[in-house]
């Protein structure tokens, strides 16, 4: 479990129904080991065991991990009892860290503090003293931080880093530094600058950042466990890309058609899923129902060759039977998505439907 604790700052906590953990032992996320220390948890707080460890970097690999798994722990725990699945845990671990947006010494900035611009959005500027450099523009999420810089989806290019500065030092450190915490939040969206440095502007340091409040994303569903307007619940569908080439081309939307009422919600963001093989990916919020899922292009792309405009290559009955000759067919599979659930494996990814009109 991930807190945020009373003075600002996070808390990894693990309970365990057999008993205590006395010695040291590792937390596997994916594969990568973080060193942790079991101690009791403060009074008051209802976890049986504290971690004492690197707390932001856990609570980031858990929230973008798939198994999490305790080595080294003597004495051994029985099989089964030494694993955490971690799908669908992501957001809440997301809104914990939002919630606990501090400072780098652990003391609160309240929110008003904040650092805001003209039109009141959570802001900041001023990231980088880089010259010579080609100033650029773009909206997205904050997917992960990772070592001096931060991964983010934008909504046209799709994944990539963007280098951060060391903020220098001066009196407004403290709100400046609560203030960068804050927007680069995972799963934070935002309008940023930044400036393209080195050879073909291919090295990208933040310049600026603006939070895209809720009021701002008209185009976007609620996320599972919300209402929309109508009180509607949602809930989400997700899984990885496929395309029959080594590549998963930019532009490719994805889509959700609701079956009773041919409603479609679209995304063309492109996530890295992690696990493994870390594929891309996609994520849709969506009103409880039933849907077909498909993969298709734009009018008018240059990566659908070989493809009619309007081609939709499904989540079908040719993906779950895995593409072998003996599938049935390439009829859609529905896919039903109750409220506050996510429904993962759906990958649209059914390249091979003769039926569909081919260049």
């Known amino acids: 479990m991930v807190r945020c604790e009373d003075n600002g700052t996070l808390g990894v906590y693990y309970e365990h129904t057999g008993g205590g953990i006395a010695a040291p032992f590792s937390v596997a996320i994916d594969g990568e080991r973080f060193a942790v220390a079991p101690e009791p948890s403060p009074s008051g707080v209802p976890f049986g065991i504290r971690l004492q460890g690197d707390a932001a970097a856990i609570a980031s690999a858990l929230r973008s991990g798939e198994v999490a798994k305790l080595v080294d722990v ?12 971690l799908r669908g845990s992501g957001r809440a671990i997301g809104s914990v860290v939002a919630a606990c947006s501090r400072s780098g010494d652990g003391n609160l900035v309240a929110d008003g503090d904040l650092l805001r611009d003209s039109a009141g ?3 900041i500027a001023n990231l980088t003293d880089a010259s010579d450099c080609a100033a650029g523009k773009g909206s997205g999420m904050v997917d992960v931080l990772e070592g001096d810089g931060v991964w983010f989806v934008d909504d046209q290019y799709g994944r990539g880093y963007i280098n951060l500065d060391p903020l220098p030092p001066g009196p407004d450190l403290k ?3 609560a203030t960068l915490k804050y927007l680069l939040t995972p799963g934070r969206r935002l309008d940023i600058d930044v400036m393209g440095c080195g050879a073909a502007g291919r090295v990208e340091k933040l310049m600026a950042a603006r939070e895209i409040p809720d009021t701002d994303r008209q185009a976007e569903s ?3 466990g919300t209402e929309g307007e109508a009180g509607v619940a949602f809930g989400q569908i997700e899984g990885e890309l496929g395309y029959p080439s080594d590549f998963i081309p930019e532009d490719l939307k994805v889509c959700a058609e609701r079956i ?3 409603e479609l919600v679209c995304t063309t963001q492109h996530l890295r899923m992690g696990g493994e093989r870390n594929a891309w990916g996609y994520r849709l919020s969506v009103p409880a129902g ?3 899922v498909f993969a298709t292009f734009p009018p008018g792309s240059k990566n659908s060759t070989g493809f009619e405009d309007g081609y939709r290559a499904y989540y079908s009955e040719m993906v779950v039977c895995g593409f072998d000759v003996s599938c049935p067919s390439h009829a859609p599979v529905a896919v039903t998505v109750q409220a506050s659930e996510t429904v993962p494996g759906i990958s649209p990814s059914d390249w091979y439907d003769a ?3 081919k260049r």
């Open 260 to 262: 009773d009422t041919n």
């Open 121 to 123: 959005r959570v802001a």
């Open 290 to 292: 039933a849907y077909h």
């Open 222 to 224: 609620p996320g599972p």
């Open 355 to 357: 039926a569909q009109a």
């Open 74 to 85: 003597e004495p051994p725990l029985n099989p089964g009892f030494d694993t955490i699945p």
């Open 175 to 177: 709100v400046r530094a």
